[in-house]
């Protein structure tokens, strides 16, 4: 058996503007502001011995200060179960809150409200009721896991006991942390109350007594399946005015950002790699949005030609301003992925002197990039997921954080897709975003190169610029609104066109053609598509692949 004892009582910390009927900012300006997040200084320093999977006897020093008396693999009484007092439900969480047992009774993993995946860190939490005679005293709350290697996993907490359990206000609440390794298919779960050994109280054993699920152990049902995100961060070198700026992306810096990502997301890890500086030399500032440079981080990613699930993210400091209003901006609202659609998983946002600054942002942007649309909240959001369940853009479901240990309340909270602030991820975009994470990691895993054919990409800005080159790409016709004819020595071509309207943009749009072989030799090409129609020539268009 092995055994732990910690002690998260201090742990977990109400984010700001939680419990409070904060409706954000709502200031129309891509991600909000950030005034309503606090930073967690507490988190991982007062978890104490579950981080060891190995642990094989309980820690000794961590035991005493907790009042506990694990004594290891030594045989031990059974100690009492804790009177005048129930155990009604056990929680886990992820990022978002599901209910495991509601009512002493194990809720069966169809009927989870989303998805919980292996290897992940996962808190659990158990809540009580009181009878009425109930006397304030610490309680102890210990968790049992079992595995199907025959392993066993006690935890035990200790919880002073006043009143009644709470998801939010003061956390009170039974916790205990499981470690990503400990988070493996085949577990069961069976949390009960204890009187501490010197406890002296009096009362009645309740009835069921404390124990659930009270059938027998649960089983936690686990989404057994790889879930990995990898990005490229492409620090955006701006030469501009006789300026240079370049974002000096540190590993503490690639730690916050992948930190934010991963808790707001559905993965095991996020793998990232900083790319070389991409060198940009146009304004940034007077370009009514980031079209033009995300136009140049696509002719990157097509140079470098990563695998198709990889997202490129530009973080720009740039030497003129920004674009106003904008604190980001996604190529387009993918769509499902697929090996010939990485050209869509690209998008960019400001750097703010560090990547704790520009985390908030990413989350969003990647957010699109994942296929998302925004979510309503501020008002201030166009095209929204008129599915979102929950009013006001609120998360619906208790947030907690693997990394900050931060909960957020369900009503606090506003989901990342939207403009307010207090951003977090939902049940809703837990889910969603999981399966294309799912799709994506599969890719990777079955190693399969994409074997896409040629596009004809082009991005109209905000002024009604235009520019084109080329990329690897597919167009599925189903999902072209728009028409393209090739003018070519022996004829023309006619295909379809896809236009999308970059988010957060007003005209702008990035258009996709498929080009075959005999296009190539086009002398012009009209695209056409609703409300918008243009002709380039080939000298116009720039070959990268
Ligand atoms: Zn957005």
Redesign the pocket.
């Known amino acids: 058996m092995r055994r732990t004892v910690i002690s998260l009582s201090t742990i977990l910390l109400l984010a700001c503007g939680d419990d409070v009927s904060s409706e954000g900012s709502g200031d129309g300006t ?1 991600g909000g502001t950030s005034a309503g997040s606090t930073s967690a200084t507490a988190a991982g320093t007062s978890q104490t011995a579950s981080g060891s999977g190995t642990t094989e006897s309980a820690d000794e020093s961590t035991a005493a200060a907790d009042g506990s008396t694990s004594t290891g693999d030594e045989p031990e009484a059974e100690p009492e179960f804790a009177r005048d007092i129930r155990l009604e439900r056990l929680t886990v969480n992820q990022a978002t809150q599901v209910e495991v047992v509601a009512g002493g009774l194990e809720v069966a993993p169809e009927d989870y409200n989303t998805r919980v995946i292996s290897g992940r860190r996962t808190l659990v939490r158990g809540f009580w009721s009181l009878h009425a005679t109930f006397e304030p005293r610490d309680i102890m709350g210990r968790l049992t896991i079992s595995y199907p290697d025959g392993t066993v996993l006690e935890q035990d907490f200790t919880q002073f006991v006043a009143g009644e359990s709470s998801d939010g206000a003061g956390a009170a609440s039974f916790q205990w942390l499981l470690e990503p390794e400990e988070v493996v298919p085949g577990m069961t779960y069976r949390a009960r109350l204890f009187e501490m050994p010197d406890s002296e109280a009096g009362g009645e054993l309740s009835d069921p007594p404390p124990i659930v699920p009270l059938a027998g152990p649960g089983t936690l049902g686990l989404y057994d399946v790889p879930l990995e995100l990898r990005v490229v961060l492409v620090p955006v070198q701006h030469e501009f005015d006789g300026c240079t700026q370049t974002p000096d992306i540190t590993e503490e810096d690639v730690e916050a950002m992948r930190m934010e990502l991963e808790q707001n997301n559905p993965v095991q890890a996020a793998m990232f790699e900083v790319r070389d500086p991409m060198v940009y030399t146009e304004t940034i500032g007077d370009s009514g949005g980031f079209s033009p440079l995300l136009a140049a981080l696509a002719r990157a990613r097509a140079a470098d030609n990563p695998d198709p699930s990889v997202y490129y993210y530009g973080l720009v400091d740039p030497c003129d301003g920004y674009p106003p209003g904008l604190l ?3 190529i387009a609202i993918a769509g499902p992925p697929t090996l010939e659609n990485g050209q869509q998983r690209i998008s960019t946002g400001r750097w703010n002197n560090s990547g704790a600054a520009a985390a908030e942002t990413f989350v ?2 990647v ?2 990039t994942q296929g998302r649309r ?1 979510v309503r909240c501020s008002g201030g ?1 166009a095209g929204i997921d008129v599915a979102y369940p929950h009013a006001g853009g609120r998360i619906g479901v208790w947030g907690f954080g693997i990394y900050d240990f931060e909960l957020r309340s369900p009503s606090g909270g506003r989901d990342y ?1 939207t ?1 307010c602030s207090n951003e977090w991820v939902s049940d809703y975009s837990w889910e969603q975003t999981l399966d294309v994470i799912e799709v994506l990691t599969g890719f990777d895993l079955a190693d399969t190169a994409a074997k896409p054919g040629v596009v004809l990409a082009g991005m109209v800005h905000e002024d009604g610029s235009t520019e084109w080159w080329t990329q690897p790409g597919e167009v599925d016709p189903s999902t072209a609104l728009g028409t393209a004819r090739f003018e070519t020595p022996t004829g023309t071509i006619e295909t379809v066109a896809r236009v999308r309207p970059v ?2 943009g007003h005209n702008a749009r990035y258009i996709e053609v498929p080009l075959e072989d005999a296009a190539r030799a086009m002398t012009a090409v009209d695209v056409l598509a609703p409300g918008s129609s243009f002709r380039v020539g080939a000298d116009e268009i720039r070959t990268i692949r």
């Open positions: 891509e980001g901006q996604a969003h942007e957010g699109h925004h959001e897709m403009y988010p957060h």
